[in-house]
């Protein structure tokens, strides 16, 4: 079984940003947050650390865990007006009764680099130029990164979020895949998944996908990032498992997560190029 591992990938999509960087400017992201959720806000730092050795500033705006929705929209709205930043990113969780979708309608499509405004992902499904969300476009990179044929072949993503199953869809469609969408109400799942020639997770789920849900030598992205007691991640798929039967898999971490990060700052870069 192969490993899929997204470090080399990652290391290359940052010098291609570095590059950009250099050539037309430094880029700026500006990141909202309103939350004191511990993994969000280590997320957060370690896209500001991802940033720096990307050639691109990162600005981290902390609103609080109880800014008013009001307040959020505000704030990305004069944010997406500013041309010195190219770059504008909503950090989930929200404050309670705060709609990440209606937030995200405030941020400009040209500067909305992890893909959250409804528009974008409108003029994903459509095909029109956008950019799809950062972890959705990573699991897309990852399996042009190691060769992994799509035309043709049956790819299974479970998980139906606007962040990755959705937009991952479309994207697995415009490169001719048969695609197959799978959620929690899904009747017999391993009997949809073990028909996978790729088959991602992306449900939320720790574990969920066992061996009885693979086709042998099937390639498998775990897209899960399940936070466990001693404080480290599991993913959606039980890796032990898994791996006898699989043709390849991603590993969590060091998989998807590092190309993210990278798409995310190099989203940023095109973004700033255009304007």
């Known amino acids: 079984m192969r490993t899929l591992t997204g470090k080399d990938l990652a290391a290359a999509v940052r010098e291609r940003t ?6 037309g400017g430094q880029p700026r ?11 969000s806000l280590w997320y957060v730092r370690s896209i ?5 050795g990307a050639g691109v500033a990162c600005d981290v ?14 704030t990305l709205a004069r944010l997406s007006g500013d041309p010195g930043v190219h770059g504008v990113m909503l950090q989930t969780p929200l404050p309670a009764g705060a709609s990440a979708q209606e937030l995200a309608a405030a941020i400009d499509p040209a500067k909305d680099v992890d893909g959250a405004n409804p528009l974008s992902l409108g003029r994903l499904a459509a095909g029109l130029p956008a950019f799809a969300p950062a ?3 990573a699991v897309l990179a990852l399996l042009d990164h190691y060769g992994v044929e ?18 991952l869809a479309h994207l697995l469609l415009d490169r001719n895949a048969t695609v197959t969408v799978c959620h929690s109400r899904t009747r017999d799942l391993a009997s949809v998944t073990s028909r996978a020639d790729v088959l991602i997770a992306a449900a939320g789920r720790a574990g969920l996908i066992g061996a009885g849900h693979v086709a ?45 990060t990278a798409l995310l700052l190099h989203h940023t870069a095109r973004a700033a190029a255009a304007s």
Do not use: F, Q
């Not at 992201?29 to 993994?39: K, P």
């Not at 799509?150 to 937009?167: C, D, I, M, N, Q």
């Open 216 to 260: 042998p030598g099937a390639v498998v992205i775990d897209v899960g990032t399940n936070p466990t007691e001693d404080g480290g991640l599991t993913g959606d798929v039980d890796a032990a498992a898994v791996a006898p039967v699989a043709g390849a898999l991603t590993p969590v971490p060091g998989g998807v997560g590092p190309v993210t």
């Open 135 to 137: 972890t959705a476009a």
């Open 61 to 74: 705006v902390e609103l609080g865990p109880h800014a008013r929705p009001e307040s959020v929209a505000e």
């Open 48 to 52: 500001a650390k991802a940033a720096a």
């Open 29 to 39: 992201l500006a990141v909202v947050v309103a939350t004191d959720d511990e993994a």
């Open 18 to 23: 570095r590059a950009a960087a250099a050539a």
């Open 150 to 167: 799509l035309e043709g072949r049956r790819a299974v993503v479970v998980g139906r979020s606007t962040v990755v199953g959705k937009p």
